[in-house]
């Protein structure tokens, strides 16, 4: 009997073991689980990825993206005709879907016509063009892709704001606006910065706006094209020596604030605001009276993430302040960091100028009139977002060009 138990007790461990083998045989030849592939989007970016400015603000808002989500981008940059002579966007977008992208950013109005030519051929890859209007059902150019969205920073109050601190800080009470070409964006927030800085000089220094002298000089595009645009730091040095003590930048790069600390380390109190880039002080912090600059990231990542999970839609986004905290990078696609250079007094009225914004403040209202003496909003009136948004000229009190010569 003893014997019996023996073998039945051996036969039991024996196919113990060999069921226990077998697991781990199975376990060996199945595949580990596949990992996620990460969703690979495209960035065309018209100036340097690390200009400082407009293009730098996209690229960060593409590592953002790639930060936030595990997805994974491509970008190239200088894409303009100065660059990349006889190379258009789209055929660069071209290339960036040959190598995975599903996804391509227009990150310049000056790409819209690529951006919408490349939608119309590629309806199964995703297009979002900054700044253009191609998706808005209310706009004059709508097209209804369903394929295209259009993103952009609500930038009329960053340039409120912008304008508000140059009021404060001008003892001359000449403000000049260095401006990139000339279209409807670049006339409303040219206007904006206007309208902040009338405002301030007025509400919070007490100053007659007939006394406020605010002059636009355009260079041609974006950015300095030798040969091409007028040279910005000339523009910027032609400004600080007949009298005007505050340049606003408008262009993609920082020569307005480059040319100011010149300036100022020859001893003359001059001021810049540079644009687009939230760390832009940083290249000459003593002359920075802050910067007004896009937050893409929260936006892109919202895009995006749709796109990769299939809820993709058509959209137009004009994008503005998270007025709980217009610096806060998750949430708010426009911000105003102050300067070094501001002084308190100055500082003060900046963040009761933001209060009242934040508050319902709305200084497109009229009356205004355009630079004809056309009138552009009765008294009352608020302006639509169109009419903001295509702004046919400066306003009336401005100086410069408010259309481009023939």
Request: aromatic share 12%; proline share 5%; charged share 20%.
């Amino acid at each position: 009997m003893k014997r019996f138990w023996w073998t039945l007790l051996a036969v039991l461990i024996v196919a113990a073991m060999a069921l226990s083998a077998c697991g781990k045989t199975q376990e060996a030849t199945q595949a580990p689980p596949e990992q996620k592939k990460p969703f690979v989007f495209g960035l065309l970016l018209v100036g340097p990825y690390n200009d400082h400015g407009w293009s730098q603000a996209h690229y960060e808002a593409g590592q953002y993206v790639e930060q936030k989500l595990g997805a994974k981008m491509l970008y190239v940059d200088k894409v303009n005709p100065a660059d990349r002579p006889g190379t258009t966007p789209d055929q660069l977008a071209e290339d960036l879907v040959s190598k995975g992208a599903k996804l391509i950013i227009f990150n310049s109005d000056d790409m819209k016509d690529a951006a919408l030519t490349f939608a119309q051929k590629h309806p199964d890859i995703y297009v979002i063009h900054a700044s253009g209007d191609n998706a808005w059902k209310e706009g004059k150019n709508y097209k209804g892709l369903p394929n295209l969205a259009n993103v952009m920073g609500k930038m009329i109050y960053g340039k409120m704001i912008a304008g508000c601190a140059a009021a404060m800080m001008t003892e001359t009470g000449q403000i000049g606006y260095l401006g990139p070409l000339i279209n409807d964006e670049t006339r409303r927030l040219a206007s904006s910065a206007y309208l902040g800085a009338k405002y301030c000089w007025q509400h919070y220094r007490n100053k007659d706006p007939k006394d406020l002298k605010f002059k636009v000089t355009w260079i041609g595009f974006w950015f300095n094209i030798p040969g091409v645009t007028s040279d910005p730091t000339q523009v910027a040095d032609d400004f600080f020596n007949s009298g005007y003590d505050v340049v606003l930048s408008g262009i993609d790069t920082t020569e307005a604030l480059v040319e100011a600390k010149k300036f100022h380390d020859q001893g003359k109190k001059v001021y810049a605001v540079p644009y687009d880039y939230a760390d832009a002080c940083e290249e000459a912090p003593d002359v920075c009276l802050g910067v007004p600059y896009f937050n893409w990231g929260p936006s892109y990542l919202k895009l995006i993430q749709a796109a990769e999970n299939g809820k993709w839609q058509s959209t137009f986004m004009w994008v503005g302040p998270d007025w709980k905290d217009i610096n806060n990078p998750d949430t708010s696609a426009v911000g105003f960091k102050e300067g070094d250079a501001l002084n308190d007094e100055a500082s003060d009225a900046v963040t009761n100028f933001i209060d009242e914004l934040a508050n319902g403040l709305n200084l497109w209202t009229g009356p205004l009139k355009l630079q004809d003496g056309t009138v552009y909003l009765k008294d009352g009136e608020k302006a639509t977002d169109q009419q903001i948004w295509y702004l046919p000229q400066l306003l009336e009190g401005m100086e410069g060009q408010s259309v481009p010569q023939q």
